[in-house]
Nanobody
Framework: QVQLAESGGGLVQAGGSLRLSCAASGRTFSVNSVAWFRQPPGKEREFVATLSWSGGSTVYADSVKGRFTISRDNAKNTVYLQMNSLKPEDTAVYSC?????????WGKGTLVTVSS
């Protein structure tokens, strides 16, 4: 079992930056990959970025390429999402995801609000 806890959300003006954190606990050795998703108000959840835990390869949604960076701190079992040049359309609840050994785990999310 793996538990995920997001933090770092808040209110920021357009053009600003935030760094989200996703701290993992439990049987984290079973995790092969991690990802960030987001759900804007009134819309479906969408993919943001993913990272292969062992290899470090990354994939980003077109909407965030060049602005967002997913990274990790192995010693802290933590994944980060650095968000720069934020836009109002980035407003959403951001959730982290971890998968491995046929299991998928989700955090409860952290709200990011970008004002114009």
């Amino acid at each position: 079992q793996v538990q995920l806890a997001e933090s770092g959300g808040g209110l920021v003006q357009a053009g600003g930056s935030l760094r989200l954190s996703c701290a993992a606990s439990g049987r984290t050795f079973s995790v092969n990959s991690v990802a960030w998703f987001r759900q804007p108000p009134g819309k479906e959840r969408e993919f943001v970025a993913t990272l292969s835990w062992s290899g470090g390869s990354t994939v980003y949604a077109d909407s965030v390429k060049g602005r967002f960076t997913i990274s990790r701190d192995n010693a802290k079992n933590t994944v980060y999402l650095q968000m720069n040049s934020l836009k109002p359309e980035d407003t959403a609840v951001y959730s982290c995801n971890a998968g491995g050994r046929g299991m998928v785990y989700w955090g409860k999310g952290t709200l990011v609000t970008v004002s114009s």
